[in-house]
């Protein structure tokens, strides 16, 4: 099956061009089209195989997200011309990304299982087991890395190094907490628990907004609420859809990102199981059959649908 590993487009009126680790982004003078490709990363490292449907997956979950949440706080988005292509303001991100936790799952419960009970300058409680609920949310910032491996940082280290002013770094912590309580009131009704997320900021025109993806299976993690607290009793893992498993698939095989270290071969099986898992997310998340958008030509229909929409997008 094919799938959209990378883009190469030169468009009219374009300024730049970066590729992320799974986002193709083409700038030009005050807006940005972000192509949702279908690589795949994890433990920071791009794997070798794409992921059909991803890309659409992600995109499609961000624009439900961001327009579920603007009356929040400003996004960045302008329109959706094609299910893998958000155009938006081009907006100077912060250097920090604000991770917020309501669950001890993930890298949180890797560093409390190797005895750190401080997590970015938060204090953790004893005795906590893995996937347990936390007394309340914390906030765990990591840089924004542009190569290589974002860092947990603390509260005080981003204001130290003067990442963000305090007067900023006050706003984007309000933000977060008021968008982690949305997208867990989002996720109960679809019988999800909303674990941990990530968000990013930038500003644009001197306000604070909202940027890149949110509440998706990249930059989320999510429990099914039906069995949790049983499954927690009784020492079981938790069923979730998150990016974990494909984690978890790595770790099993030897990978986890250090030196050294060789990606485990992505099977057709592998690569084939790992795009149904994002359909099921997409399709629990939403409520909706998910629609699997042909691959041929899939390169001429995105480049067709910036081209039409970039200097038309308007909010």
Same mark, same amino acid.
């Given at each position: 099956?094919?799938?959209? @590993? =990378? +883009?190469?487009?030169?468009?009219? #009126?374009?300024?730049?061009?970066?590729?992320?680790?799974?986002?193709?982004?083409?700038?030009?003078?005050? &807006?940005?089209? *972000?192509?949702?490709?279908?690589?795949?990363?994890?433990?920071?490292? *791009?794997?070798?195989?794409?992921?059909?449907?991803?890309?659409?997956?992600?995109?499609?979950?961000?624009?439900?997200?961001? @327009?579920?949440?603007?009356?929040?706080?400003?996004?960045?988005?302008?329109? /959706?011309?094609?299910?893998?292509?958000?155009?938006?303001?081009?907006?100077?991100?912060?250097?920090?990304?604000?991770?917020?936790?309501?669950?001890?799952?993930?890298?949180?419960?890797?560093?409390?299982?190797?005895? &750190?009970?401080?997590?970015?300058? *938060?204090?953790?409680?004893?005795?906590?087991?893995?996937?347990?609920?936390?007394?309340?949310?914390?906030? +765990?910032?990591? /840089?924004?890395?542009?190569?290589?491996?974002?860092?947990?940082?603390?509260?005080?280290?981003? !204001?130290? @190094?003067?990442? *963000?002013?305090?007067?900023?770094?006050?706003?984007?912590?309000?933000?977060?907490?008021?968008?982690?309580?949305? #997208?867990?009131? !989002?996720?109960?009704?679809?019988? !999800?628990?909303?674990?941990? /997320?990530?968000?990013?900021?930038?500003?644009?025109?001197? =306000?604070?907004?909202?940027?890149?993806?949110?509440?998706?299976?990249?930059?989320?993690?999510?429990?099914?609420?039906?069995?949790?607290?049983?499954?927690?009793?009784? #020492?079981?893992?938790?069923?979730?859809?998150?990016?974990?498993?494909?984690?978890?698939?790595?770790? =099993?095989?030897?990978?986890?990102?250090? =030196?050294?270290?060789?990606?485990?071969?992505? /099977?057709?099986?592998?690569?084939?199981?790992?795009?149904?898992?994002?359909?099921? !997310?997409?399709?629990?998340?939403? #409520?909706? @059959?998910?629609?699997?958008?042909?691959?041929?030509?899939?390169?001429?229909?995105?480049?067709?649908?910036?081209?039409?929409?970039?200097? +038309?997008?308007?909010?």
């Amino acid at each position: 099956m094919e799938a959209i @590993k =990378e +883009t190469n487009f030169s468009f009219a #009126g374009q300024t730049g061009f970066y590729k992320g680790k799974v986002r193709d982004v083409y700038y030009f003078e005050d &807006k940005i089209a *972000v192509v949702a490709t279908d690589r795949i990363s994890a433990f920071d490292v *791009v794997l070798p195989r794409a992921i059909p449907y991803k890309g659409q997956v992600l995109n499609q979950i961000a624009s439900l997200n961001l @327009k579920a949440t603007s009356d929040i706080v400003p996004n960045w988005v302008l329109s /959706t011309p094609d299910p893998n292509v958000t155009i938006g303001h081009r907006c100077e991100p912060y250097k920090v990304e604000m991770v917020i936790r309501g669950y001890l799952a993930g890298h949180a419960w890797r560093e409390y299982k190797a005895g &750190k009970r401080v997590v970015c300058g *938060v204090a953790l409680p004893d005795g906590l087991k893995e996937n347990d609920k936390l007394p309340a949310p914390i906030i +765990t910032p990591t /840089t924004k890395a542009d190569e290589g491996h974002d860092e947990d940082i603390s509260r005080e280290e981003i !204001l130290a @190094k003067g990442l *963000v002013s305090e007067q900023d770094y006050l706003i984007l912590e309000s933000y977060t907490r008021a968008l982690f309580e949305r #997208g867990t009131e !989002l996720a109960r009704q679809r019988g !999800l628990i909303l674990v941990d /997320t990530k968000y990013e900021f930038g500003k644009y025109n001197g =306000e604070v907004y909202l940027i890149d993806e949110i509440h998706t299976p990249d930059s989320s993690r999510y429990f099914y609420t039906e069995g949790y607290a049983d499954r927690q009793q009784n #020492g079981e893992p938790q069923r979730q859809l998150s990016k974990e498993f494909v984690r978890q698939w790595l770790i =099993e095989n030897g990978f986890q990102g250090k =030196e050294g270290q060789q990606v485990p071969e992505m /099977t057709d099986e592998v690569v084939n199981g790992i795009s149904e898992r994002y359909i099921e !997310l997409y399709e629990v998340f939403t #409520g909706q @059959k998910f629609g699997r958008e042909d691959y041929k030509n899939v390169l001429q229909r995105i480049e067709q649908h910036v081209s039409d929409n970039i200097f +038309t997008a308007k909010n």
